[in-house]
C-alpha cells in the first residue's frame, strides 16, 4: 500500500455505505474467509483502502440485485466453500477409505479366531465320537 492510499475506518467506511459496522464487519469476515485480504493496523484492527471500498460498493450492489450473499463473495473473490469442503470430502474420503482397510483387517481376523475356535470345537467333538465308537468295538 503506497503511503498516499487514503485508509478508512470501519465507522467512516460503514456511514459511506450506509451499514451499519457490525454488517460491515459480517461483511469483512466473509471476505476474509475467501481469502480476501485486509490490512490491518498495529491493534490488529481492519483498516479499509480505496479498493476495499470498491469491493464493499460492489458486494452492495450485488445484494440489491438480489443476489445471494454467499454467491456474491464468491463473484468478488473467486473463492468458494464448495472448493473447501470438496478438500474436506477429499480428506473424509481418504479416512473412508483407511476405516474400510482397517474394518475389513478385524473382520478377517474376527473371522479366523472363530474359525479356529469352531475347528477346536470340532476337533474335540471328533474326539468324542472315535471314543464313543472305540468303546462300541
Same mark, same amino acid.
Given at each position: 500500500? $503506497?503511503?498516499?492510499?487514503? %485508509?478508512?475506518?470501519?465507522?467512516? #467506511?460503514?456511514? $459511506?455505505?450506509?451499514?451499519?459496522?457490525?454488517?460491515? +464487519? !459480517?461483511?469483512?469476515?466473509?471476505?476474509?474467509?475467501?481469502?480476501?485480504?485486509?490490512? +490491518? /493496523?498495529?491493534?490488529? %484492527? !481492519?483498516?479499509?483502502?480505496?479498493?476495499?471500498?470498491?469491493?464493499?460498493?460492489?458486494?452492495?450492489?450485488?445484494?440489491?440485485?438480489?443476489?445471494?450473499?454467499?454467491?456474491?463473495?464468491?463473484?468478488?473473490?473467486?473463492?468458494?466453500?464448495? /472448493?473447501?469442503?470438496? $478438500?474436506?470430502?477429499?480428506? #473424509? /474420503?481418504?479416512?473412508?477409505?483407511?476405516?474400510?482397510?482397517?474394518?475389513? +483387517?478385524?473382520?478377517?481376523?474376527?473371522?479366523?479366531?472363530? +474359525?479356529?475356535?469352531?475347528? @477346536?470345537? #470340532?476337533? @474335540?467333538?471328533?474326539?468324542?465320537? !472315535?471314543?464313543?465308537?472305540?468303546?462300541? $468295538?
Amino acid at each position: 500500500m $503506497s503511503e498516499q492510499e487514503m %485508509q478508512y475506518t470501519a465507522k467512516d #467506511l460503514a456511514a $459511506s455505505l450506509d451499514v451499519t459496522t457490525s454488517t460491515l +464487519r !459480517r461483511w469483512a469476515i466473509a471476505l476474509e474467509s475467501a481469502h480476501y485480504p485486509f490490512q +490491518r /493496523n498495529e491493534k490488529g %484492527q !481492519r483498516i479499509y483502502t480505496e479498493q476495499d471500498i470498491a469491493t464493499f460498493e460492489e458486494l452492495k450492489k450485488l445484494l440489491g440485485e438480489k443476489m445471494t450473499f454467499a454467491d456474491a463473495i464468491q463473484q468478488l473473490t473467486g473463492h468458494t466453500k464448495t /472448493n473447501e469442503k470438496k $478438500s474436506e470430502t477429499e480428506k #473424509l /474420503n481418504i479416512t473412508a477409505e483407511e476405516l474400510e482397510k482397517l474394518v475389513s +483387517r478385524a473382520v478377517k481376523k474376527a473371522v479366523k479366531k472363530e +474359525r479356529e475356535k469352531l475347528f @477346536k470345537q #470340532l476337533k @474335540k467333538q471328533m474326539k468324542k465320537e !472315535r471314543e464313543k465308537l472305540k468303546e462300541k $468295538s
